[in-house]
């Protein structure tokens, strides 16, 4: 599905993720973003910098979506992004001792989604599970 919607993460580090998404392979019938590619957009997001993060310490983690909301704001009206900071420095450290009582950690994230129109035209709310394997 990434591939259909030409997802792509442009910036990638240990806090922070920046995803890209052409519009006019993701637009609705009125020429703006399309609903599910924006909610995608934001999933894919959040699970890629989870899933990059958890990589660096336990090669066989498996990361999965949870609960997900999304507020639509504005329309989206061009290339559009998904961008995720994250300010808890040690959330890896909340994954381990998680780890050490239950099979999975929880990790809840914010990702805001924009255009070079509207930073914030949708901001979505999810809550992943990493599991160690």
């Given at each position: 599905?990434?591939?259909?919607?030409?997802?792509?993460?442009?910036e990638l580090t240990s806090q922070h993720i920046k995803?890209?998404?052409?519009?006019?392979?993701?637009?609705n019938g009125h020429d703006t973003g399309f609903a599910?590619?924006?909610?995608?957009?934001?999933?894919?997001?959040?699970?890629?910098?989870?899933?990059?993060?958890?990589?660096?310490?336990?090669?066989?983690?498996?990361?999965?979506?949870?609960?997900?909301?999304?507020?639509?704001?504005?329309?989206?009206?061009?290339?559009?992004?998904?961008?995720?900071?994250?300010?808890?420095?040690?959330?890896?450290?909340?994954w381990q001792l998680q780890w050490q009582t239950r099979?999975?950690?929880?990790?809840?994230?914010?990702?805001?989604?924009?255009?070079?129109?509207?930073?914030?035209?949708?901001?979505?709310?999810?809550?992943?599970?990493?599991?160690?394997?």
């Open positions: 599905m990434t591939k259909l919607m030409n997802l792509e993460i442009t995803t890209f998404a052409q519009l006019s392979i993701n637009k599910g590619s924006l909610y995608t957009l934001g999933i894919v997001t959040g699970w890629s910098w989870i899933s990059a993060v958890a990589k660096s310490i336990s090669s066989t983690s498996i990361v999965v979506a949870g609960k997900a909301d999304i507020q639509y704001r504005r329309p989206i009206t061009a290339d559009f992004f998904g961008q995720l900071t994250m300010h808890n420095h040690d959330c890896v450290n909340d099979p999975s950690a929880k990790q809840p994230v914010t990702i805001t989604i924009g255009d070079r129109n509207s930073v914030a035209a949708a901001q979505m709310t999810a809550t992943f599970y990493i599991k160690k394997s």
